[in-house]
């Protein structure tokens, strides 16, 4: 049967998971798998696991627990292994990397941050601040059969808000980097120009939402702010 990984962590750390139990349907018992200093927490892996809402909140809970005692390479849900010797292995032959990254995670969270604007916002800035785009609007308005203007148009106003995106994710993470360990940059999509995590101290969660918070007054109600966490920090394993 596959083994079902949940997490890594030192050797040395705590592990009350006495009532904490895995993934499945019957819920699987929890054991590990220690080599020198790392120990992988484990369970069987069921038969044709999915991200039912049930054993993703099991994985969840698992996390939770080992982070709540110390420092976990936390693994992404369904991640499976031939056996627990394969387990072994792995910790064997990435051990330095794992117990690096440990060090690293020691005290800390994950943050992420989506940030949107209003597209009517953004167009009148556009339009604003474009010759450009003024000229051909006008364009386009008195001559309705121009069909080159219009596509031009759309191509122009495309390219500002793409460029204006990248430049205000830009500005944003420099802003929020001082108050953090670390970020990880996710691609933006057609609804959230900055899409990012942030590795923050356990000690400096404060400072950090309220530099988020300034960040978001700051900007108006133009801007939508989608701050979750803390989180276990997946995008920095």
Sequence with gaps: MPTYVYGITGADHPLHLEEVFGVGETPAPLRTV???DLTAVVSDAPEGL?????DVQAHQRVLEVLMGDGATLPMRFGLLAPDDEQVASALDA????YRARLGELDGHVEYHLKVSRDEDDLLREIVAES???RELRERTRDQPGAHDERVALGELISHEVGARGSAEAEDLSQRLSPAATRLSAGEPSSTHFLNVSFLV????VE???Q?????SDQRGDAYTFTLTGPLPPYSFV
């Design 34 to 36: 220690r080599t020198g």
């Design 207 to 209: 400072d950090f939402v």
């Design 50 to 54: 999915r991200a039912k809402r049930r």
């Design 94 to 97: 990435e051990g330095d990397r």
């Design 131 to 133: 010759d450009q785009v």
């Design 211 to 215: 530099a988020v918070e300034r960040e």
């Design 201 to 204: 101290p356990e000690d400096g």
